[in-house]
Every structure is written in structure tokens, then in C-alpha cells.
């Protein structure tokens, strides 16, 4: 069972506009949930992180948020442009062993139309 | 920019044929991954090492091998190449030393096998 979901699954936005993509979890022990980008044909790049003590962080456009106790993050993205478009994938680190295990959702598939 | 590098980017084969996929950092990271990704499903670990001389294999059970011979190094061969090996392969490294685990990632490897 994966232990990370995404919704939606995908979406499609008009360019300028607002979104909020989510992310439900089940690991645990907790470390960290990363927020990543992948462009078409790319590898993912990491967007932000979020460890246990942090509520909300922002990169430029894109702020994420965590709530530890519903175990639930979102990535807010704010007048969407047309590189926005790509999928955001949510990866959970859990801190039961050394290793630092990580858990990866589907992703979900943004498409910011002009 | 991650300084992480796969080729080939794109490769067709024929069923039975050997192939290596490469994938090398310059960023002198000791840990190093090869994942596999599906359209719309997460990403599945395959392989992973952290450091010269040590392999292992991942979650998702796979008739690929790697070697770490250097540690900018981490070929990926599979020995004889069947349909069921079609898909994109990426390679990823971390630094050990960072305890948030971001790993940045190659831009890909896509394998058809017909």
C-alpha cells in the first residue's frame, strides 16, 4: 500500500490563475516531505522541504504547508505560468532507520493552459 | 543545476540485447540510486549504493545489475533486455553528510525494448 497519495491526480489551469496540489501521508516515524518538480522528460528537482517543527515555507511562487498531526502537506502555486506545467511529486523521509527510507507519491500532473 | 549525468537519454534495442546504462556526478556524493518510473506511477527504487564497492538492491525487484567501481560512477546492465524492461530509468545521488536527503537527479534513461 503506498503509503503517499496525491490529489487530484491531474489538473489543468489557465495561466495566471491559482492552485493547491495535496499530499496525505501514513509514514511514520516522520523526518521530512520534499515537494519535487519534474518537467517533461527531465528528472524531478526538489521545490522545498518541510521537517516536523515547520507550518508553511515559500520558494518565490510555490508555498508548502504542513500539518504533522493530520499528517497532510499542500503546495500552493500562485499566478500560475506557463512553465508551472510539469508534474509535483511528494517524497516522505522516515527517520525508523539509518537507511532514511523514502516514500514517493505518483505525482500530479499540472498543465497551465494560456 | 545538478552536476548528474545520464546516457543514453533515448535507446531502442531488440529483445536479448545487453545494455548499459551510465550515469555519472561530480558532485562527490557517496550515495547514488537508479529508480524506475512508469507514466503515472511513483518511483520505484532498483538500486542503490553508498560508497565504492557497495551495492545493493532496491524495493522493486529487477534482473538489472549495477557496480560501483569509482564514486562518480554507477552503471546500470541489464544482460539481456526483454519487453517487460521497457521504461525510464533515473539516476539519482545524495550527500551523505546532509541528513534532509535531497537527491538530485540525472534527466533519464528511455529504454523500449521490442
Known amino acids: 500500500k503506498n503509503q503517499v497519495e496525491q490529489s487530484p491526480q491531474s489538473l489543468i489551469i489557465l495561466e495566471g490563475k491559482n492552485c493547491t496540489l495535496q499530499?496525505?501521508?501514513?509514514?511514520?516515524?516522520?523526518?521530512?516531505l520534499r515537494w519535487y518538480k519534474q518537467d517533461t522528460g527531465r528528472g524531478p528537482v526538489s521545490l522545498t522541504i518541510?521537517?516536523?517543527?515547520?507550518n508553511t515555507k515559500s520558494n518565490g511562487r510555490y508555498t508548502a504547508t504542513l500539518d504533522a498531526d493530520t499528517k497532510q502537506s499542500s503546495l500552493h502555486i500562485t499566478a500560475s505560468q506557463l512553465s508551472d506545467s510539469a508534474s509535483y511529486i511528494c517524497?516522505?523521509?522516515?527517520?525508523?532507520?539509518?537507511?532514511?527510507?523514502?516514500?514517493f507519491g505518483r505525482g500530479t500532473q499540472l498543465t497551465v493552459w494560456p | 543545476e545538478a552536476d548528474i549525468y545520464q546516457t543514453p537519454r533515448y535507446l531502442v534495442i531488440g529483445t536479448g540485447k545487453k545494455i548499459t546504462l551510465e550515469c555519472s556526478q561530480t558532485?562527490?556524493?557517496?550515495?547514488m540510486y537508479w529508480y524506475q518510473q512508469d507514466p503515472g506511477m511513483e518511483l520505484h527504487l532498483i538500486h542503490y549504493?553508498?560508497?565504492?564497492?557497495?551495492?545493493e538492491k532496491g524495493d522493486l525487484s529487477s534482473e538489472s545489475t549495477v557496480s560501483r567501481i569509482r564514486t562518480e560512477h554507477f552503471p546500470l546492465t541489464l544482460e539481456s533486455a526483454r519487453p517487460s524492461h521497457t521504461s525510464q530509468y533515473l539516476c539519482?545521488?545524495?550527500?551523505?553528510?546532509?541528513?534532509?536527503?535531497?537527491?538530485?537527479f540525472g534527466e533519464g534513461s528511455r529504454l523500449t525494448v521490442l
Open positions: 539519482a545521488s545524495s550527500d551523505r553528510k546532509q541528513n534532509t536527503g535531497e537527491l538530485f
Open positions: 499530499c496525505n501521508y501514513t509514514v511514520s516515524p516522520f523526518s521530512n
Open positions: 518541510m521537517t516536523f517543527s515547520e
Open positions: 517524497v516522505v523521509t522516515d527517520r525508523g532507520s539509518t537507511l532514511g527510507r523514502l516514500y
Open positions: 558532485m562527490g556524493h557517496d550515495k
Open positions: 549504493s553508498y560508497g565504492v564497492n557497495s551495492t
